[in-house]
């Protein structure tokens, strides 16, 4: 299975849209996407995450299924540091790095940051558990912290190499790494899902890596040992779309200016 995360194009906020520049930004990554055998198009509820998936779904002439739950992960709550009210990230290092449950991959939820709003234990919970209702649908059960799947013939590869030199992958069925998803959505619940599906806790995950406004973050899940799975990120914040059309990549959602190369 292949699951391809998309951030919406630059951002509108106040009118929950995109700016002149992300509707530019959203037209050249449907031209990336338009070829695609997408078997289903997912989005976020949110205006900037429906309107970057306009372009594409329309190119294509395809709808999407909305997931409520997909919605940025903004519950707001108050920076003890720098006063800032807003998402439940974008801490200083001095201070997320000495709160030693931020590492917890769990317990991240229970911090004194965290508990201003009740909204973030009880919502974390409930994007892991529709997510994993979504995988379920497609055949991949969730068994601790990784998937079985159900109704797939078990393999045993023990190497990336056959014996002559060639890789193994390639000369497997594209079959076997169906069906391919496609969710437009925004980075701080891509980062949510990524740590429920790598084991990465969320604060480590939302504050070291950086999405740029419709990049791609692409994972496979690598089922070579029995009929069990683990997804493993491919590409990650990939906007290669953007730079082959000569747009600049957007520094929404950085505090340094993104690299251009």
């Known amino acids: 299975m292949r699951i391809v995360f998309v951030r919406h ?25 338009k070829n695609w055998k997408v078997d289903q198009f997912y ?15 329309s190119k294509m002439n395809r709808e999407a299924i909305i997931l409520p739950w997909m919605r940025e992960f ?7 540091v720098t006063n800032r009210h807003g998402v439940p990230w974008d801490f200083v290092p001095s201070f997320w790095t000495t709160q030693s449950l931020m590492y917890d991959m769990d317990r991240w939820v229970e911090t004194d940051v965290m508990n201003q709003n009740s909204d973030i234990a009880s919502s974390y919970k409930d994007v892991c558990s529709n997510f994993d209702n979504l995988l379920l649908s497609y055949g991949y059960i969730r068994e601790g912290n990784f998937y079985r799947i159900s109704g797939k013939e078990e393999r045993f590869l023990t190497g990336t190499v056959s014996a002559n030199g060639s890789a193994v992958a390639d ?6 790494t169906e069906p391919l998803i496609v969710i437009f959505c925004h980075l701080g619940v891509t980062c949510l899902v990524l740590s429920h599906l790598l084991h990465i806790p969320f604060p480590v995950l939302v504050h070291g890596f950086f999405l ?23 590409t990650m914040g990939d906007v290669h779309h953007l730079l082959s ?6 520094s929404a959602g950085s505090f340094a200016k993104a690299f251009q190369g």
Do not use: M
Request: net charge negative; hydrophobic share 25%.
């Open 212 to 234: 740029p406004t419709t990049s791609l973050t692409v994972l496979t899940s690598e089922e070579r040992w029995g009929n069990e799975a683990y997804f493993r990120v491919q």
């Open 9 to 33: 194009g630059e951002p509108d906020y106040q009118n929950d849209t995109l700016t002149e520049k992300g509707w530019q930004e959203a037209r050249l990554l449907s031209e990336r996407i």
């Open 245 to 250: 059309g000569g747009e600049p990549v957007s």
């Open 171 to 176: 000369a497997e069925s594209d079959a076997r």
């Open 74 to 80: 903004s519950y707001p709550i108050d920076d003890p």
């Open 43 to 57: 989005c976020s509820p949110l205006g900037r995450a429906r309107d970057t998936a306009s372009c594409t779904l």
